[in-house]
């Protein structure tokens, strides 16, 4: 089985320098597992590397806009790289905090979504979708979040297609395709929430709310699928005065904090990970050794 390593974690945790500290040492390239940094122009809100410091990158600054991109799309993605960088030998790694997008692509998950019938949702709300998925399907449903309108949408065109979303997923057997190992980033969450609330206070200095009007500017709307990422889509009652730029910024800080919780609920639950605290100078030299013992096959 091909090896690949994986990063995981929420924002401000530090994935990003230990990702190019491990690429470094074990002759790694990186795929981003993160939903917003394949679109260009998305990237001061999304967190997008500045300096890749000579490793190769891989899903960043791909699509526009106006394009879609799913889990399926990542998880056919994902796995042409991973071969290709395979191929070259050098040690494929994933780095991100989108979840679904990762375990997809490690685990035998099948999507047949794009051969079927998509409905129209656009005269409902985010909570009539969420009511009638929990009416069809409240096994899938407690698992989105009723603000995640693509996957609320995804998952009621699967039950109108046929057998509902969480029937399709039981039958898979979820037998992992690669020899991964995952590592997990890790803090005191007092210390992590307060360098969230930092990071997005640095991404306001850098110039966040200009880099979402120039994307207003040149044509995007708060509709198009990246200007509903945290960091962006907070923006829009700004934009029709509805809200104060420190309101707005505010409001990014407790949805990323919020959102950091939910992602260490899902991976603690979906996935087998070795979690790493990023202060603890021993729990990162017990990695090092963890990753070379699994490089050479001893575990």
């Given at each position: 089985?091909?090896?690949?390593l ?71 993605l ?54 009638k ?125 919020n959102?950091?919780k ?16 990023m ?21």
């Open positions: 089985m091909k090896k690949v994986v990063i995981v974690g929420p924002t401000a945790v530090g994935k990003t320098d230990l990702s190019l500290h491990l690429a470094k040492q074990f002759n790694g390239e990186i795929i981003s597992g993160d939903s917003i940094q394949i679109y260009k122009g998305f990237d001061i809100g999304s967190g997008k590397i500045k300096d890749m410091q000579g490793i190769k990158h891989y899903a960043i600054d791909c699509l526009d806009v106006h394009d879609n991109y799913s889990v399926y799309d990542f998880q056919k994902s796995r042409k790289y991973i071969d290709e960088i395979s191929q070259r030998n050098h040690l494929p790694m994933i780095v991100g905090g989108t979840g679904l997008y990762i375990k997809a692509s490690l685990y035998d998950y099948e999507f047949s979504l794009d051969k079927q019938e998509k409905g129209d949702y656009s005269a409902f709300s985010n909570q009539e979708l969420y009511d998925l929990m009416e069809i399907d409240s096994v899938s449903a407690q698992k989105i979040h009723i603000n995640n309108r693509i996957r609320l949408e995804r998952a009621l065109d699967i039950a109108a297609n046929g057998e509902v979303k969480s029937a399709k997923e039981a039958k898979q057997q979820h037998h992992l395709l690669y020899d991964a190992l995952i590592i997990g980033c890790t803090m005191d969450r007092t210390i992590l929430y307060e360098r969230i609330n930092q990071r997005v206070l640095m991404m306001a200095k850098e110039g966040l709310k200009e880099e979402v009007t120039n994307l207003l500017a040149n044509g995007a709307t708060f509709d198009n699928q990246p200007m509903k990422g945290i960091g962006y889509r907070q923006w829009q009652d700004y934009f029709v005065n509805k809200k104060s730029e420190e309101e707005v910024i505010g409001e990014i800080q407790k949805c990323s904090r959102f950091a939910r992602q260490y609920t899902w991976f603690n639950n979906q996935l087998n990970v070795h979690w790493v605290n202060l603890d100078d021993k729990a990162i030299n017990d990695m090092y050794i963890l990753i070379k013992e699994w490089l050479d096959g001893r575990i």
